[in-house]
């Protein structure tokens, strides 16, 4: 069945260091693949999502680029922020499963100053 | 984009009891899901909420104890039923605007503790 497997943390880098968050899929058809973020206390908020292979998802600094050939999509900015300090999901959503969006498990990122 | 707004943002509750959670959608959406998300752990879907229909559970979970509602295209509720300090867990409304594969946006989650 269809799948996510990212990156375990926590992860902890100084302001200004450059980050990879690592995310690999399983899917049955060509998902969807989406990166959401999770700040203390709130909600998931989407970051960035590509649709087909090739395609890079942008926002907020961050980038990740769709890797059929590897089945990845992992996450990079290249200076991170203190303000950047949560917790980010990588999911896949793919229409031959139907409905369903499967996320990681979440990996914790602290920048300190 | 979809907003989303759930009440109660938090809540603490006796075992036994049971806590309905709202969920309410700034627009007509074609998709509305809950999710549970225990402490450290990544989502957890429970159940997509069908406009005029019983909702359509995912392994593991069943309607006796978390019965859903969704009356309309921008309203949903989850009832999490006969209480257990096991139901300690934050649990998210999604939407959807468009088809399966479209963005999903959450709401802010609500916090419930059983005591």
């Known amino acids: 069945g269809d799948s996510v497997t990212q990156m375990e943390g926590p992860v902890t880098l100084s302001e200004e260091a450059f980050l990879t968050i690592n995310c690999t899929y399983t899917?049955?058809?060509?998902?969807?693949l989406f990166w959401y973020v999770q700040y203390p206390g709130e909600g998931l908020q989407l970051l960035l999502k590509?649709?087909?292979?090739?395609d890079k998802g942008s926002n907020k600094g961050f980038e990740a680029t769709y890797r059929k050939e590897t089945t990845s999509f992992h996450l990079e900015k290249g200076s991170v922020q203190v303000s950047d300090s949560a917790v980010y999901f990588c999911a896949l959503s793919d229409y031959v499963t139907g409905n369903q969006f499967y996320f990681g498990t979440g990996t914790s990122l602290t920048v300190i100053p | 984009s979809a907003v989303i707004s759930q009440k109660p943002s938090r809540d603490i509750c006796q075992r036994g009891t049971s806590l309905t959670i709202q969920c309410q959608v700034d627009s007509q959406v074609t998709m509305m899901f809950w999710y549970r998300q225990q402490p450290g752990q990544s989502l957890t879907l429970i159940a997509t909420a069908n406009q005029g229909s019983e909702a359509t559970y995912e392994s593991g979970f069943v309607i006796d104890k978390f019965p859903i509602s969704r009356p309309n295209l921008t309203f949903s509720t989850l009832t999490v039923s006969n209480l257990s300090p096991e139901d300690s867990s934050i649990y998210l409304c999604?939407?959807?605007?468009?088809?399966?594969?479209?963005?999903?946006?959450f709401g802010p989650g609500t916090r419930l503790t059983v005591l």
């Open positions: 999604s939407a959807s605007a468009g088809g399966p594969l479209d963005t999903q946006y």
């Open positions: 590509a649709t087909k292979a090739d």
């Open positions: 899917a049955t058809g060509y998902p969807s």
